[in-house]
């Protein structure tokens, strides 16, 4: 590699080595994604090969090998979850609306009408969140956030209310400010730092864990409305 | 004790071959076994993160390619349901 790139002492040789074939694995895997994709007719299958275009993209970030890396590829993941997600919420409508014909929100083989979606989803959901606000932070919120998503499927069959969902988004805006003060606090107030990590860490959490309030305005016009 | 490379270089092949079998496999035009095909490269990658340590990103990446393939499905199994040529 040429002496005009800069590396850390604290990245080990290791990483340093294997840094080209990381990129042109990437690349390599990137493009041959994107060839699928020039090829395909086929709006699902396209989709499915961006899923390889995202596999590229997660390598390249993974190649700089440090803690940096680290936190570029949890929103990467996000990110990704999300787009697979609401494109194939718009493809389905789409067909949905040319075909003129309604199917389950979920299909399944098998019915699922158990014991224990009726009896037991407040009390899951309650301890997910709990656990998950133990945690805080990124890891925290996709518990608590399993736990949101957990109750919402289960009551799906019931109804749920529709301006839930407007609140749900509300309160995931006002801990993403919170998230940006506790930044904020950390550059212009250094010596109240406990006071930034805690407004960044349940910052995070809460904003994480209303990431299924995403999954709850698409499906908002699918449930059944109270 | 295995040398480092071997998991590297590992992660390296499935990637690219579960890429390419994503891309070109036999029997591709069926969306299922397309979707079923990432998951080699998903093996791949999961090796690759495995090498640099990156264990929260692994753990997290694991989770969210299981909710991907499930959201595939779901897709596919509507589709069908509604009649949409595949």
């Known amino acids: 590699m040429s002496a005009s ?49 995202g596999l590229g993209m997660l390598i390249l970030v993974a190649a700089v090998g440090t803690d940096l890396a680290e936190a570029l590829i949890l929103p990467g993941l996000v990110v990704e979850l999300a787009e697979i997600l609401a494109i194939s919420e718009i493809l389905m409508s789409r067909e949905i609306r040319k075909k003129g014909k309604n199917v389950d929100l979920i299909p ?4 699922l009408d158990m014991e224990v979606l009726t ?8 301890i997910l969140i709990a656990y998950g606000a133990f945690l805080s932070g990124f890891t925290g919120g996709a518990i608590a956030g399993a736990g949101i998503l957990f109750y919402v499927l289960s009551k799906s069959a019931r109804g749920v ?9 509300g309160a995931s805006g006002i801990a993403w400010c919170l998230w940006l003060v506790g930044f904020l606090v950390f550059f212009v107030f250094p010596q109240f730092w406990l006071l930034a990590l805690f407004l960044a860490a349940f910052g995070v959490f809460i904003k994480v864990a209303y990431k ?15 | 004790m295995l040398d480092l490379y071997i998991w590297f270089y ?21 969306p299922i ?3 079923l095909n990432t998951e080699i490269a998903a093996v791949g990658v999961s090796l690759i993160f495995l090498t640099y340590n990156h264990t929260i990103a692994l753990v997290t990446y694991i989770a969210a390619t ?15 349901e509604v009649g949409a040529e595949l």
């Open chain 2, 10 to 30: 590992t992660g390296v092949a499935l990637v690219i071959l579960g890429s390419l079998a994503t891309a070109i496999g036999p029997g591709v035009k069926d």
């Open chain 2, 33 to 35: 076994v397309r979707t």
């Open chain 1, 161 to 169: 209310p529709s301006d839930i969902w407007e609140g749900i988004a």
């Open chain 1, 5 to 53: 790139v800069l590396v850390p002492n604290v990245v080990s040789p290791i990483v340093v080595s294997l840094y080209i074939p990381a990129i042109f694995t990437g690349l390599i895997v990137g493009l041959i994604g994107l060839l699928g994709i020039s090829y395909q007719k086929n709006d699902l299958n396209a989709l499915i090969l961006t899923d390889i275009v």
């Open chain 2, 66 to 80: 299981t909710i991907i393939t499930m959201i595939l499905l779901r897709a596919i199994v509507r589709l069908e």
């Open chain 1, 119 to 126: 009896t037991a989803p407040t009390f899951m959901a309650v």
């Open chain 1, 212 to 226: 299924a309030g995403l999954i709850g305005v698409i499906g908002r016009e699918e449930f059944k409305k109270e």
């Open chain 1, 108 to 111: 399944l083989p098998v019915s």
